[in-house]
């Protein structure tokens, strides 16, 4: 069964603290997205990859950065969390070219607090 | 500017159809998605819709306006596990997805 994993389902984090999320997918797919998803808002996309070393910013990148050293390894980091980063964070990846029907396979999400 | 527009929440009877609406207004079109979402899980593909009509997938079937800027999910004999989130996007002429709010499906026996 083809899988996005990742690593930490629940967070708890202080304010100022550095924090990482990481995203493993076993599909061979070129493409993987960092978006969060919070109550009453569409899933807004923080930062995406379409091949190793490369990033993208998305809509809302301000206080995130990311990694992508291996294809199958999408990591988002929040250098210094703050309680407005508190959300349900969530990795997509898709394959290859930028169609319109590339259909995103997801994670199932983290859950981030910063107190 | 961009946004996808559909209702905050629906309640519908076991057994019964439901249709939730979605209306999008993007710069550019390159089609149509609908995901479900169950509490706590990753938003699952359902539909793809890129030319106007209806695509029927078992119980699910998606309806597309290009023209209108319309789209709906219908889901007929509905099932207590039907109770979820049902997400519309679209993506734009960039192939950016532009997302909805969700849709939050209530099913009652």
């Known amino acids: 069964d083809v899988k996005v994993t990742q690593s930490s389902r629940y967070l708890v984090k202080r304010t100022g603290e550095k924090v990482f999320l990481e995203c493993v997918q076993d599909m061979d797919h070129e493409n993987m997205f960092w978006y969060r998803q919070d109550p009453g808002l569409g899933l807004r996309l923080i930062y995406f990859s379409y091949d190793v070393k490369m990033k993208e910013k998305g809509d809302i990148p301000e206080g995130y950065s990311v990694s992508r050293e291996k294809k199958e390894r999408f990591s988002l980091i929040l250098e210094s969390a703050s309680t407005n980063q508190t959300s349900m964070y969530l990795c997509?990846?898709?394959?290859?070219?930028?169609?319109?029907?590339?259909?995103?396979?997801f994670g199932a999400g983290s859950r981030l607090t910063v107190l | 500017g961009q946004n996808i527009d559909q209702p905050t929440e629906m309640t519908a009877t076991e057994g019964a159809i439901v249709q939730i609406n979605c209306t999008y207004q993007?710069?550019?079109?390159?089609?149509l998605f609908w995901y479900q979402q169950h509490a706590g899980e990753a938003p699952t593909f359902l539909s793809y819709?890129?030319l106007d009509g209806l695509e029927e997938k078992g119980r699910f079937s998606s309806f597309l306006s290009r023209s209108k800027g319309y789209s709906y999910l219908l889901l007929k004999e509905l099932q207590m596990k039907d109770s979820a989130s049902y997400l519309c996007?679209?993506?734009?002429?960039?192939?950016?997805?532009?997302w909805g709010a969700g849709t939050k499906l209530i099913i009652k026996p």
């Open positions: 996007a679209v993506s734009n002429s960039n192939y950016q997805l532009i």
């Open positions: 997509a990846s898709s394959f290859g070219d930028r169609s319109g029907a590339n259909v995103l396979t």
């Open positions: 819709n890129v």
């Open positions: 993007t710069s550019g079109f390159n089609g």
